[in-house]
């Protein structure tokens, strides 16, 4: 029996945590995505797989963690992350799906890497998360 495709889950707002990024951090990392989904590669990225579309619906039996470029911008409006790096490690998934399900070497592998390395680069300016006082000079 064909096992029924699974909805991508949302993202998991039912634990929203309690303190959440600063918006100063939250902001650089909604930039950072913004940039990534202007990349010629982003297209494939910029939602999740469909696998109606792709007729590949055995894809979430493999893929147990779908991820995607519109579900981490998501994330980060309604305040899913506490630190960047969680941002970070969502983009890993979302790069380490396609590999495994495609293979490392397939196009669409070399294209997932291309918009993971932009990204780290957008990333590595991420501000401190306590920002320094703002002094007032006399
Ligand atoms: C990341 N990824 C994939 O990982 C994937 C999964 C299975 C088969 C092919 C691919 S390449 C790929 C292509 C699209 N393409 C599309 O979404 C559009 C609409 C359906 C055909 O082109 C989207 C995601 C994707």
């Known amino acids: 029996t064909v096992p029924a495709p699974k909805p991508p889950p949302e993202p998991d707002m039912n634990n929203l945590p309690e303190h959440p990024m600063p918006p100063h ?21 910029l939602h ?14 493999y893929i147990k963690r779908p991820m995607d470029l519109s579900t981490i911008e998501k994330k980060l409006n309604v305040n899913a992350y506490e630190i960047p790096e969680q941002v970070l490690s969502d983009f890993k998934v979302m790069v380490n799906n396609c590999h495994l399900f495609n293979g490392k070497d397939s196009a669409i592998s070399h294209m997932v890497n ?10 590595l300016n991420m501000p401190p998360k306590d920002l320094p006082a703002p002094t007032t000079h006399k």
């Open 114 to 123: 291309n918009i993971e390395a932009s990204f780290e680069k957008h990333m």
């Open 25 to 45: 951090q939250k902001k650089h990392a909604l930039n950072s995505i913004k940039a990534v989904k202007r990349l010629k590669d982003a297209g494939p990225f």
């Open 48 to 61: 999740p797989v469909d696998t109606v579309k792709l007729n590949i619906p055995f894809y979430y039996n």
